[in-house]
Each structure stands twice: as structure tokens, then as C-alpha cells.
């Protein structure tokens, strides 16, 4: 059981659909030495989705955000199609031979190129400095693939208190 191999184009559209967050009061999930949080997420058009986040417990800069297409056809065929990670390790993109990424936040996108190729369809990754910790890898991914959460409910609002606490005071 390979996973399907979506085209360019393919993943294009699913990251440029509209998503709104199905259970914005998702909790986060203790596992060892990191705690987890999976949202659903579904498309104007129907189609699901997995918002997830990881947070390691001792090295904050160790964290990663993502999102993953439920393929209709079983979890066997799901595809991560981007995820944010922070500046915890280094990265190299085998097939394109420009050296290693060193520290830095990255953000990883699915590509047709790597699938192909056997390796993690989002494997191909590029450095930002759009962030530096989980809260802003969060809201970058929500702004680049298009997720909104319910009113009330913004990524960072009272609904996450569990993470980044209640400031409510900034609530505009």
C-alpha cells in the first residue's frame, strides 16, 4: 500500500481551498517528553483534514505544525501537505543538492518531485523567519493554507489557554 502521488497542481488546490476547523476545543495530549493536539479541519468543498500540533517538553524550539489530507480511500493514503517546524535540527533536500539547512525554521511542503521519488511527500522544505516558536508556526499555517477557526475561536484565543494562557485583555 504506496501512498498516491498527487500532482503540483493537486496540492495546489487543496492548499489553497477555504478550511474551517471543525473542533476548535481539541486538547493537548501528554506523550512522552511532548504533548499533541490534532484539529479537525474540512473544506468549503468537503474534504477533511488534520491540523496537528507537537510541542516537545524540554527544548522549546523543538515543535511542528502540519497539515494532513485525509485521502478518502483510508488513512493509508493520507498525505501531509505542509508542516512548520522549528529550528531544533537540520534539514537536507536530497534531490535538489543545495546543502543543508542548519537551525533555522523551515516549513515543508508536499511536492509531486518527492513523492515520486519514494520519499516523504513533504520532505522538500524551505527555510523562513516568519516564526521562531509554535504560536507563530500556527498562525503561518492558518494564513498560507486558508484555516479558520469558528468565531471566538481564533488559533491563539481563550480556547487555548492550555498552552499560551488567557489574556483575554487583548481580545480585539
Known amino acids: 500500500m504506496s501512498q498516491p502521488i498527487l ?15 471543525t ?22 468543498c468537503g474534504k477533511e483534514f488534520v491540523l496537528y500540533l507537537r510541542q516537545n517538553s524540554r527544548i522549546e524550539e523543538h515543535f511542528s505544525c ?9 488513512k493509508h493514503k493520507d498525505v501531509t501537505l505542509c508542516r512548520y517546524n522549528g529550528s531544533d535540527h537540520e534539514h537536507e533536500n536530497p534531490l535538489d543538492g543545495k546543502g543543508k539547512i542548519y537551525n533555522q525554521c523551515h516549513i515543508h511542503w508536499a511536492t ?23 504560536d507563530g508556526a500556527l498562525l503561518a499555517l492558518c494564513e498560507d ?9 481564533r488559533p491563539l484565543s ?14 480585539d
Open 23 to 44: 473542533n476548535p476545543r481539541a486538547r493537548w495530549k501528554q506523550q512522552r517528553g511532548s504533548k499533541q493536539k490534532n484539529h479537525k479541519v474540512q473544506s468549503t
Open 145 to 153: 493554507c486558508h484555516i479558520e477557526f469558528p468565531t471566538r475561536a
Open 158 to 171: 481563550e480556547v487555548h489557554d492550555d498552552m499560551w494562557g488567557d489574556d483575554s485583555s487583548n481580545d
Open 112 to 134: 509531486q518531485r518527492y513523492m515520486a521519488a519514494g520519499r516523504k511527500a513533504e520532505h522538500y522544505a524551505e527555510t523562513t523567519d516568519r516564526y521562531e516558536d509554535l
Open 66 to 74: 502540519g497539515l494532513k489530507y485525509c485521502h478518502p480511500d483510508g
Open 7 to 21: 500532482t503540483d497542481d493537486d496540492i495546489r488546490a487543496l492548499l489553497g481551498t477555504h478550511k474551517i476547523v
